[in-house]
């Protein structure tokens, strides 16, 4: 199936229907979308990092989990995929597909998914609604970045906190000083560089297009990246796409901070779902980047309003501990998906044949 979730759109394989082995899969999945081609004019990728992600989900062993979900993000110039990172809009398909293949059934109503990212081992709950046990896809709720309306997705992670790293924050700091910046590098379901744009020479209020063709802008994060992987025991990060960046500044509509997220080399046209959850977390640090230029809002729970190129993305949390010392105890947040295309996908003759002969064995 073609899905999109939430700003962005994938293919979901079911990985009962590929190879076994990852090197066999991967070169299946390779030839479906199209890579290494900056077109994929020779598959169903989209021709952008956004729309070249896939998914593959299966039945969960795992204690409090129903589904599996290993996260791929296809590398459009080079034959391959990087599983490193957790997205939080791919996951936001895998309920309606997990409900549409059969794998979790339906509820009359609404249908709670618990998803295991394989990636992170993080797990999320997802309400999907499901009115006569049949996924709905048309509603009223609307995402910044989306076109229109649809059914709203309620996402609650449960356990998000250092999902690559194994830590919040890997160096123990709110405020690290990385290639002669002050940063914060934080890991709350994706690693993310967290940066005061202004320390950058920059508002962080210019347009996506405008800083994508920052070239000096784009080099000197890419410095700051790759010292800041070490330091978030990352290793060499030259070849992977974590951690993300993130630009922040003052908010200009009402929110709570706003927004310029790098991908990490191109300019986001909205933000990450798991970069705006770890980019309202780092703005509870006391004396963060994100915390000097954020306003926010009182209580226990707080709905932030991260503003991104395209508009706003709401996280919600629950904040514990003290003033000094704040706890994120949980996070969630609201997207929606749609089925776009279920068929089948042709590979490479080659490939699908070998592909065929291991289904065969298995």
Known sequence: MVLRGGTSKGAYFLASDLPADPAARDRLILSIMGSPDARQIDGIGGAHPLTSKIAIVSRSAKPGSDIDFLFGQVVLAEPRIDYT????NILAGIGPFAIERGLVAAEDGVTRVRVHTVNTGTLAELAVETPGRRVRYGGDARIDGVPGTAAPIAIDFMDAEGSVCGTLLPTGNAVDRVAGVDATLIDNGMPVVVLAAADLGRTGREPRDQLDKDTALKAR???????????????DVSAKVVPKMCLVAPPVAGGTLCTRSFIPHECHASIGVFAAVTVATAAMLPGSPAARVAAIPPGRDKTLSIEHPTGEFSVILRVGGTP??????????????RLLFDGVAFAREDLAEVAEAARDAA
């Open 85 to 88: 990172p957790n997205c939080g």
């Open 324 to 337: 000094q010392e704040p706890v994120v105890e949980r996070a969630g947040l609201l997207r929606t998906a």
């Open 221 to 235: 994060l890419e410095e700051i990246r790759l010292e800041a992987g070490r330091l978030m025991g990352l290793g």
